[in-house]
């Protein structure tokens, strides 16, 4: 594979290649919010190289931009749509299917944008019925669609993330591997066990994901053993290692798995997103593996 793969930096993705070794379907849609209240842990940076990967690995993958900052939008590439979002679709105004947009190179890769009105969602969702319920009751439209949803909330617990919490089957929580990665988290825990009990019972916090990893500090690797030793199964051995490439594709309107798929997070993410995929595939399924590569990567500028 990594013969095949071109190490310059396109500026616009004209298709992507698609892994020879497909990654597993889930039985059924996995449903993901990726939160954390804290800020720039790497939520967003998480949630569309994951998505890419998976896309590249033959799923359906979704992904929605909860955060009116709107950089998991950019990030893919999609436009910050004022006629069309997810706001709308929060306000009842649009339904799902008419805010999905395609990410440009990805068939498998679907996203629904985020615009600076969604600011204005927390207040204005305040008054209306079933205020924690409306993106379920949007997702519920579209989810048979889709392998995997992965929903990018903002650094806060307010009624975004209340809705992204109720309208998922499981918690993904970035961690940065830093000195107070872990003041925090007890109150984003505490919100959702709290909405385990009230809203949702079949959320489940069942994905940890370390970023912003340095091996060679002794920081990084105490955080990453006080977060194993609190969370054995959850936490996925794999670190996203802090590296330059990924914080430069947002820029270029890509993730890493594009902008350059051989450097260190393009590789760690692309582990990560098929061990996922692999702890949420069917139990006693052979997996048939055979997927041929099908695309390419073009628009060098
Ligand atoms: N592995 C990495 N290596 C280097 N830089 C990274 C890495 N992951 C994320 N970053 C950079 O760190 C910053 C924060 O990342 P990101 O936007 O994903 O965090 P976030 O949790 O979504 O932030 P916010 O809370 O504002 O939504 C960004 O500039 C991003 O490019
Ligand atoms: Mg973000």
Known sequence: MADEVSRETPT????????????????????????????????????VNIAAAMAMGGLRVLVIDLDPQGNASTALGVEHCDSGGVYEVLMGSATMPEVIKKVSGFPELDCVSSNTSLANAEINLVSMVARELQLKAA???????????????????????????AASKELLIPIQTEYYALEGLSQLLETYSVVKKRLNPNLNLSTIVLTMFDSRTRLSNDVAANVRSHFPSELIDI?????????????????????????????????????????????????????????????IA
């Open 239 to 299: 670190p996203i290692p802090r590296a330059v490439r990924v914080s430069e594709a947002p820029s270029y309107n890509q993730t890493v798995m594009t902008y350059d798929p051989l450097s260190p997070g393009a590789i760690a993410y692309m582990q990560v997103a098929r061990e996922i995929a692999d702890r949420g595939k069917p139990k006693d399924v052979v997996f048939d593996s055979n997927v041929v590569s099908i695309n390419y990567k073009g628009g």
């Open 12 to 47: 616009k993705v004209v298709g992507v290649r698609r892994l020879k070794e497909a990654m597993a379907k889930p039985a059924s849609t996995r449903i993901f919010t990726v939160a954390n209240q804290k800020g720039g842990v790497g939520k967003t940076t998480t949630t």
């Open 139 to 165: 997702i519920d439209e579209v989810s048979a669609n889709y392998d995997y949803i992965f929903i990018d909330c903002p650094p806060s617990l307010g009624l975004l993330t209340i809705n992204a919490f």
